[in-house]
């Protein structure tokens, strides 16, 4: 009966102990991938989803549908995750902006890799890179929608994405995994 | 997340495919902080529910107060009939109490003889023996104003007009009303801020409280003592009888079941001692035998600095003895209480956050952590609505502050609790 999202949202709005539970169990291991991709160590990343699920649940009945269940916990995971790292945003322009095209990774080399090989890769780049990475790359936001989310320009996050792709082409081609087009 | 568009570069989409799949499991205790987090978060709205009924109920009360007084000098309140034949004019003099007062269904009459003796206005001439008396009862029911004949007061012309009592409830001589008894239930909470405070942590130890004030394992690490208690609720029934003393005067006593509950914190050192993996299974008896000769020697023993939350759950009967004031006595009712409350301990119970089950249960004794008698202080406002023709419902914000630490001097800790409270009953009067 609490597999379905409809129930699991109508138990946790009552604030059913057991409904949060199931809750947390069907959707923990999604949401702390995201949460570890954006920092550095696990205890944070635990810290976040332990943040973010506490906020579900506070704010669930504000919960209209109008998104996927999923989709809207992971946004919370996502801004908490962002909220904590905000006082790492020491970002400035790189001036080694590279060319992006020239460097090119087979998508075969991805499924060499576990999840949390990926992830790992991920969680050591340099903390502003790491988040720009994750928001442009995973998340799918744009520059400029970095940069007003942010408040840095347009050009501080595409260097710093470019930097966290030369980084993690590094990693990858450590393990002759990677292409040079 | 279907953000990504068609032009997004190979590798973002590429790194997207590979890790938005990603499910990695955190570590059990996640969900437990959770959990924790989730319940405390629960008392503490609770407790805030309470502060703001109470703040509420504070602020309808006052309001009613202060608008029960600015009707008493209102020159249109209050229900009473009068000759409006040349005798309204002087009803502007708002010092007079003249007039009958609609109160348990009798008019009040005062002679006006005397203070219309100078004045313009018509006199009231004598037809009736009623009216030559100074202070004349008058039944409704039996319609004896109507024998004031069409000479003096013309009946037509007797309409309801308002007059004003300024500051008549403090007039009581003009208020013939029986002093009557009560008994009501209430039901309510109040949240429990315990004010925790360690005064003398390292007496913890031989005083069997919770914790030891400062932990030291084998190898002399010490760990300082973290205990606190978190604000919490408590649940009240109540039960009391009540009398009025001189019409405006309340005295009030009863017997409560309060049940507290709250959060407590606390940090254990856990010792573990355990067997070297390498030792060969020996059945018990043997294992007994060898203990008994010293191979206990190759145990290990590792500790473990371990915070922990426990509800605390904890029993109170409640004595309170209430002396009230009446500011408003009719349908609506108003009365502003205080009074001190003697609490009996009962007993408490811990438990984890999330399994029922006692972990431990405590009684009255000399090992108690609590006093077995502490005594309070409770201020109030009770409302009360006149819901049938003896019974009232009532609502009654309050405060309570305790005189004295709930615990025991010697314990290493104290708690002068506080809190906000309502409490919601009936009330039968008797007469």
């Known amino acids: ?181 | 997340m279907d953000r990504h568009s068609r032009d997004r570069e190979p590798f973002a989409n590429h790194w997207r495919k590979a890790v938005e799949e990603a499910e990695l499991a955190p570590s059990a205790s996640v969900w437990s902080l959770i959990a924790k987090s989730l319940d405390i978060l629960k008392y503490r709205h609770r407790a805030q529910i309470y502060g703001l009924l109470a703040a509420i109920a504070v602020l309808i009360t006052i309001s009613v107060s202060i608008q029960s007084q600015w009707l008493g000098t209102d020159p249109y309140s209050g229900n009473f009939y009068f000759s409006q034949n040349g005798v309204q004019n002087s009803l502007n003099d708002t010092s007079l109490l003249i007039g009958p007062r609609t109160a348990s269904d009798r008019l009040y009459f005062l002679d006006l003889k005397e203070k219309h003796a100078n004045s313009e206005h018509p006199k009231l001439v004598k037809k009736s023996s009623l009216l030559a008396m100074d202070k004349k009862i008058l039944r409704l029911d039996k319609k004896e104003y109507q024998l004031l004949d069409k000479n003096s007061v013309d009946k037509k012309t007797i309409i309801p007009i308002l007059a004003s009592y300024p500051m008549l409830f403090l007039k009581k001589s003009l208020i013939i009303k029986k002093d009557h008894l009560w008994a009501g239930i209430n039901f309510g909470g109040s949240s429990f801020n315990p004010n925790y405070e360690i005064i003398n942590a390292g007496n913890m130890l031989s005083a069997g409280g919770l914790n030891q004030g400062f932990l030291t394992d084998q190898e002399g690490t010490l760990t300082s003592l973290n205990e606190n208690m978190l604000v919490g609720i408590n649940r009240k029934i109540e039960v009391n009888l009540g009398m009025t003393i001189k019409d405006r005067f309340v005295l009030e006593g009863g017997l409560q079941y309060v049940q507290t509950e709250l959060v407590q914190q606390s940090n254990f050192m856990i010792e573990t001692i355990f067997y070297p993996t390498s030792r060969p299974v020996q059945n018990p008896s043997v294992i007994a035998e060898n203990m008994n000769k010293g191979v206990q020697k190759t145990q290990e023993i590792a500790y473990t600095n371990t915070e922990t939350e426990l509800k605390n759950r904890i029993d109170f009967a409640s004595v309170p003895l209430r002396a009230g004031f009446i500011f408003l006595d009719q349908r609506l009712s108003l009365r502003v209480n205080a009074g001190l409350v003697t609490n009996f301990y009962l007993g408490n119970i811990h438990r984890s956050l999330d399994d029922p089950t006692p972990l431990a249960e405590f009684t009255t004794s000399n090992n108690s952590l609590y006093r077995n008698i502490s005594f309070s202080g409770q201020t109030g406002m009770s409302l009360g609505y006149r819901l049938l023709q003896n019974i009232d419902v009532t609502f009654e914000p309050n405060y309570t502050q305790s005189f004295q630490s709930i615990t025991r001097s010697y314990m290493g800790f104290s708690s002068i609790p506080n809190g906000f409270g309502v409490m919601a009953g009936v009330r039968y009067n008797f007469n």
């Not at chain 1, 969680?123 to 502003?128: A, E, H, R, T, V």
């Not at chain 1, 840095?152 to 590094?170: N, V």
Request: glycine share 4%; proline share 2%.
């Open chain 1, 1 to 181: 009966m609490f597999d379905s999202d409809k129930f699991l949202i109508k138990g946790c709005k009552k604030s059913k102990s057991k409904a949060q539970e199931a809750l947390y169990a069907k959707y923990s291991k999604v949401m702390y991938a995201p949460a570890l991709r954006y920092v550095r160590g696990i205890q944070e990343a635990e810290d976040i989803l332990q943040e973010s699920f506490i906020k579900v649940f506070e704010n669930i009945k504000k919960f209209r549908g109008d998104s996927s269940l999923p989709y809207w916990i992971k946004r919370i995971v996502v801004n908490t995750a962002l909220n904590h790292q905000r006082s790492k945003l020491f970002l400035y322009p790189m001036v080694d902006i590279v060319n992006l095209d020239k460097l090119v990774v087979n998508e075969d080399v991805f499924s060499e890799f576990s999840h949390q090989e990926l992830i790992k890769m991920i969680m050591s780049l340099p903390d502003g890179c790491r988040i720009i990475f994750n928001m442009y790359a995973i998340e799918g936001y744009k520059h400029h929608e970095i940069a007003v989310k942010l408040k840095i320009s347009e050009g501080t996050s595409k260097s710093q994405y470019s930097r966290a792709k030369k980084l993690l082409i590094k990693m990858l081609e450590s393990k002759d995994h990677v292409k040079y087009g």
